[in-house]
């Protein structure tokens, strides 16, 4: 299990049709007087997915007769003061089964941050705390765990404002991240090592994913699905080379790197690890890309590094990938997602002379070790309108004292462009208001502002919300 293996083929497309919703479960929602509406969004993020779900005061939590026919409590404020009674009644409801979600913030002392701290450090496991806060800025964060694919995929391009950092002094004490921005950890999982039957914590040290560039509903669908399934949490670690982002040429080429499975329980821990893509188009390419893998993970322990490689054809579409390691309970039929972790390659376009024949339209064949994809994708220059909603790159960047960026729009909308500095603070309007289906750019004329790093932020409810990085270097 520990011998490197290589990817021979970049494999048929399968047509999976995985069932990966959750039973209904019983969803039980403190208010949020201090930040209204987050409270809202839970719960009509619960009673789409099929769940019961109701918002109830805080003074609930002075009592327990609750636990017994609540599957999920969600603490939606992080600043509502809660008495120590409160506190020791959400410990008891985790101690008993239930699954907690706590809004935290970027203050370490806030009530939700507290609260979190004291329910994990319950049973002297976990040895978590915070160290402080903010990060600064509107930026992008890393989205993985099980939450970055329970039950859709995630890229990171979730927007946040200031958040906290924190985590555990080491790998074998049930806190997993599933957060991360430039500084650290800032948002975790947390499955208890002492009390078998307890259920599982998780937080987010910032409202941004939610209020008020959000809400992120398919990020709130994998943090309920988690906590409803109670995953049993593994540890990725990672191990690229070169560091950073991986660029190949139109060409193509192989990229490797290593991760180091663990199994962060107290039983032998069966799974299988494979590999997936998210393509530039946003669709996620079927796995395994490399694997799959099965694995018997002792208890308290790390493998690896295992080795994996993967060949990328000149004829693959040009962009963005996401590759994204997974461990799940078998393939196919996925069934539940432990962990993922990912990273990220660009492949530069493809220009006339490069291209190679594509196969049929509408397939995804096996050729040789190499992956083909649908004509349509391949052809990209022969599209008149764009089949995805995506956002594209800045041109040039970093910039002085201007900058263009492309937005391709699948269908005619009403699309927002605009940009933020390093505090949150909107400097530029560039598009508010209806446009058509096909390709716009947009120029960002920074001249009066300082020197230093910008944010761009497209968005489409329901379609599309990303951000991009600028740089104005004078």
Known sequence: MRNAFKLCAWVT???LSVSMVSSAATVKIIESPFTPGVDVAWETVALGLGHTAAIYPVSDL????WIPATDVLIISDPFLPYTP?????VTTAMASGVSIYIQSEVDPALPGNTMFEIVVNSTGAAGFAWFGGPVPGLVEAKIFGPVAAQFNARKPVLGMMEACVGGSPGLFTGIVP???MALGAVGFLYDDTVLPGAGMVATNTDFEWIIPFGPDILLMENYLNTLITNVELTKF???????????LPSSGGTITYTVEPANIGLSVFPTTLWVRAILPSGTVYPPPL????VLMIPPLTSLGPVSLAMSVPAFAPPGMYYIQSMMTAGFPGIGLVYDTD????????IGPDDAAPAPGDGEIIATRGELSFPAAEANHTAQQVPRQFE????YPNPFNPSTTIDVSLADAVNLTVTVYDVQGREVATLAKGAHTAGLHSFSFDASGLASGVYFLRANVPGQLNETRKLVLMR
């Open 290 to 293: 490399a694997g799959p893998v």
């Open 342 to 349: 990912f990273f990220m390659i660009e492949k530069m376009v």
């Open 178 to 180: 599933n957060l991360e």
């Open 62 to 65: 002075d009592v327990t007769g």
């Open 237 to 247: 670690f990672p191990i690229i080379a070169p560091a950073g982002l991986i660029t």
């Open 85 to 89: 009674l409160q506190i020791a009644n």
């Open 13 to 15: 497309l399968l047509l």
């Open 391 to 394: 956002v594209g790159q800045a």
